[in-house]
């Protein structure tokens, strides 16, 4: 193992960041690194800056994408860039490096450095980076910690984070069969599930192995071998399971402490709470760390409150935002987690009590917003019964998750307005669009409709006195015209008068065969009515929408118009397009022009789903 730690060189900055590109560059020509290419580079508290940092990663992406005779002779697996004074332009650097590293990167340390995502650029970058994590599928742990992301960096993280797949866990009691008789599973949804989790790796006793023995991305097999990952060795009648596990949501750990967060940030990283595994789970489809700083650092998690997601400490984190992350943990632990432990249910019981009476010292500034709404989930039972069921508890803390999120939207709202957040402004710019295409929506009076004009007539008559105007003769209707299906006769030519009646002639007639004689049943329709049924079936796939598009081309179209690509899912554009064409929405937002704009805008996004961003668990 190549373990390069700079810790104790005197030099730092981009003179280090030139040394350190050396050394890399050096290794890939080295026998040592044919023997050994596993590599951890440790380059802490050296403030290698954005300057210095860009030689290192050039140098490593360059040591990543050589192949000599045996594969690839460079493996990254830790990287730790603690306290370098490292800001977006890193992170840019950085993304190519994690995209080839993908297989092998098992821990990254970016805390302590002046990571701030503010602008547009910085957004783009940020995003960037984000994605490059999909096909991670054995990293650990990621540390954001001691950086002031800012808030738009929370709201597209949780973007990102819902746009990649679920992680996949297949639980080796469901593929072991029985002894006596063989059962078969009635649960299709979860059938289905397992059965796209299933592959065939060419290696799967390899999480990341080169040449064509690499094994599908993602998947990794969780009962063999055992003793490679110092877990007990499994029965035989266990049949080989697979699971799924990459990008964001497969890592054990994220670490967001002292990243000066505020309670919006805390309402989006709330969902990805909800959504994250528990660390136990996703520890066994990952490579244990080894024994020392690295293991020492995922245990203080674990004894930590958080579980997965780290978020303490943060100073600038309100009781709001606390009380929030901290239901959004015990639901976690009643979805994902065992429910029934009498840990969660006590757990979730002290949440609901100190909820209630952060609702009761929250005063009436949300009342108007946390009040309404058909959709929001509500409880009927106090939360201090002692013999409350674990299904109603269940519920409570959902109810209460719900409120304590509407009570940061509306103060939001109330606060910095629906800019505040990307998905509320484009699903508002999206609303009125949606509007125009259907004008009778709008308070306008119908169009006239216009007369047809008086055609003047084709022939004309003078009216001269003394004589009397001759009386046209009537046109003959079409309908009184010889049938086009009797045979047309060719009465004999009368030459007397011809000039060729000295030569002989013949007579010739023309005779056409009758019209074949098809059989009608009584119950057949005329042929009238059956076009009038193909017209009218015709009619009915066609859309009422503006030039006949159907609902989901004007979707794509609006949410095209409004920017909405890849910030709204193809759900909430149709469910903004329903709200639009509904009638009766305008109605109800004329009874609620009484509540505040911000009790206005929170209704409106509540009813099309355009709170949060859709993820899937």
């Not at 109810?399 to 484009?426: F, Y």
Request: proline share 7%; charged share 25%.
């Amino acid at each position: 193992m190549g373990k390069l730690n700079y810790i104790n060189r005197k030099i730092e900055g981009r003179k280090l960041g030139q040394v350190i590109a050396k050394d890399l560059i050096k290794r890939i020509r080295s026998k040592a690194a044919c023997r050994d290419p596993v590599v951890e580079l440790d380059v802490s508290g050296k403030a290698l800056t954005d300057e210095g940092f860009a030689e290192v990663a050039s140098a490593l992406v360059e040591s990543l994408n050589f192949a000599g005779e045996q594969g690839k002779v460079v493996r990254l697996e830790e990287l730790c860039l603690r306290d370098n004074q490292l800001k977006a332009a890193s992170l840019q650097a950085l993304t190519p490096v994690i995209r080839l590293a993908c297989h092998d990167l098992r821990d990254l340390d970016l805390s302590d450095n002046t990571f701030a995502i503010n602008t547009d650029d910085e957004l783009a970058v940020w995003e960037d980076f984000l994605t490059s994590f999909s096909r991670c599928c054995v990293l650990r742990r990621i540390d954001f910690s001691g950086s002031a992301l800012g808030p738009r960096a929370f709201e597209l993280l949780t973007r990102v984070y819902a746009k990649q797949s679920a992680v996949d866990l297949v639980s080796q009691e469901s593929t072991r069969p029985n002894s006596d008789e063989e059962t078969v599973s009635t649960d299709v949804p979860t059938f289905e599930r397992r059965a796209r989790a299933l592959s065939i790796a060419s290696d799967p006793n390899k999480y990341a192995s080169d040449g064509d023995s690499e094994p599908a991305k993602g998947l990794k097999r969780v009962n063999e071998p055992p003793e490679k990952f110092g877990q007990p060795a499994v029965q035989a009648d266990v049949l080989p399971t697979y699971a799924r596990t990459q990008g964001l949501r497969s890592i054990p750990y994220l670490v967001f402490s002292n990243t000066a967060m505020t309670e919006a940030d805390a309402l989006n990283l709330s969902y990805i709470v909800v959504c994250h595994h528990l660390p136990q789970h996703l520890l066994t489809m990952v490579p244990p760390a080894k024994a020392g700083t690295s293991a020492q650092q995922l245990a203080a998690y674990d004894e930590s409150q958080c579980r997965g997601v780290i978020y303490l400490p943060n100073l600038t984190l309100g009781q709001t935002g606390l009380k929030v992350l901290e239901l959004a943990e015990a639901v976690r632990n009643n979805i994902i987690g065992d429910p029934t432990t009498a840990e969660n249910h006590e757990t979730s019981k002290t949440l609901i009590k100190s909820s209630n009476a952060l609702r009761r010292s929250s005063g009436a500034r949300s009342n108007s917003i946390v009040s309404a709404g058909p959709n929001r989930r509500r409880s009927t039972p106090s939360a201090g019964d002692s013999d409350r069921t674990v299904e109603d508890t269940e519920a409570i803390a959902e109810s209460e998750l719900d409120r304590a999120r509407s009570r940061i939207q509306g103060d939001t709202l109330q606060e910095v307005g629906p800019t505040r957040t990307e998905l509320w402004r484009v699903a508002l710019k999206m609303l009125p669009l949606s509007r125009d295409i259907r004008p009778q929506l709008r308070n306008e009076p119908p169009r006239p409709v216009p007369k047809p004009k008086a055609k003047p007539p084709i022939v004309k008559t003078l009216d001269i006195p003394g004589i009397a105007p001759k009386a046209l003769k009537q046109l003959t209707p079409l309908t009184t015209q010889r049938d086009p299906n009797q045979p047309i006769i060719q009465r004999d030519l009368n030459l007397t008068k011809s000039p060729w009646r000295n030569y002989p002639h013949k007579k010739t007639s023309l005779v056409l065969p009758p019209p074949p004689i098809t059989p009608s049943s009584p119950s057949s329709p005329p042929a009238l009515a059956i076009s009038l049924l193909q017209i009218k079936a015709n009619q009915d796939y066609r859309s009422t929408l503006p030039l006949g598009f159907p609902e989901n081309v004007w979707a794509r179209i609006l949410g095209s118009a409004a920017g909405a690509d890849g910030i709204m899912s193809e759900g909430q554009q149709r469910s903004v397009l329903h709200y639009a064409m509904n009638k009766e929405t305008l109605s109800k937002e004329r009874e609620s022009l009484g509540l505040k704009e911000s009790a206005q805008i929170w209704h409106v996004l509540e009813t099309t789903g355009c709170l949060t961003y859709e993820m899937s668990i």
